[in-house]
């Protein structure tokens, strides 16, 4: 089982569309959380990073559930540049640090 | 503009062959690691350097192996090359000051083994 596993998609929505990303992940020691948008051929990038209280930036809300070892992602009022693929990731402080990313989830918004 | 640089873009290997990609970073960033990512997966971590030293590892055999110089800069080794070597390979550097917790990744040397 993958440590962080992530909706496979891909979602194919219209422009203006509410769209949910989900993912899970299994070490309960993991201690900081984000989405990194991925472009075509191109490096991950950081979208925000996720709290335990939730937070907003924009038209993007994250989610953290550490009882369900949920995250959630959701983009409100989808733009065309919104097609991207979105990384789930986590992160448990150790003596380094390494991010644990998920297969990602592809989001084509369509005119 | 990062402020992690990669070289090279784009490469073509033959199995069994070495390659170094190399990465450079602006002053402060004295983490360095560098993550592997197939087509249609997330990046995997490979290893990570701290001043100069290695100080964390994936689940990467002995054949890929890094170095960190003083000047923050640092390389991928890989030996014996094989065919599922092929991926992007991606630089991340951390460094101290504000953004102490954020890490800015290179945009990556795209390796190919034929």
């Known amino acids: 089982r993958k440590e962080v596993e992530q909706d496979p998609g891909p979602f194919n929505v219209p422009e203006g569309a509410t769209v949910a990303f989900n993912c899970t992940y299994s070490?309960?020691?993991?201690?900081?959380f984000f989405w990194y948008r991925q472009d075509c051929r191109k490096e991950p990038k950081l979208l925000m990073s996720?709290?335990?209280s939730g937070n907003e930036d924009g038209r993007f809300t994250a989610q953290l559930n550490r009882a369900s070892q949920y995250i959630s992602l959701l983009i409100r009022d989808s733009k065309l540049s919104d097609s991207a693929t979105y990384l789930c990731?986590?992160?448990?402080?150790?003596?380094?640090?390494?991010?644990?990313f998920g297969s990602g989830t592809r989001l084509l918004v369509r005119p | 503009e990062t402020g992690v640089t990669q070289s090279p873009t784009h490469l073509i290997k033959t199995r069994g062959q070495q390659v170094t990609l190399r990465c450079s970073s602006q002053?402060?960033?004295?983490?360095v690691s560098w993550y592997q990512q197939a087509l249609g997966q997330g990046p995997q971590f490979i290893f990570q350097?701290?001043?100069?030293?290695?100080?964390g590892r994936g689940n990467f055999p002995p054949r890929f192996s890094g170095l960190q110089f003083p000047n923050y800069s640092s390389e991928l080794n890989v030996n014996a090359l094989e065919l599922d070597d092929s991926a992007l390979y991606l630089c991340?550097?951390?460094?101290?000051?504000?953004?102490?917790?954020?890490?800015?990744f290179g945009a990556g040397s795209r390796l190919t083994v034929l």
């Open positions: 990731v986590v992160n448990k402080r150790d003596s380094s640090y390494k991010l644990i």
């Open positions: 070490n309960s020691a993991s201690q900081s």
């Open positions: 996720v709290y335990s």
């Open positions: 002053s402060g960033h004295n983490t």
């Open positions: 350097y701290y001043r100069e030293e290695e100080n």
């Open positions: 991340a550097a951390k460094g101290g000051g504000s953004g102490a917790n954020v890490l800015t």
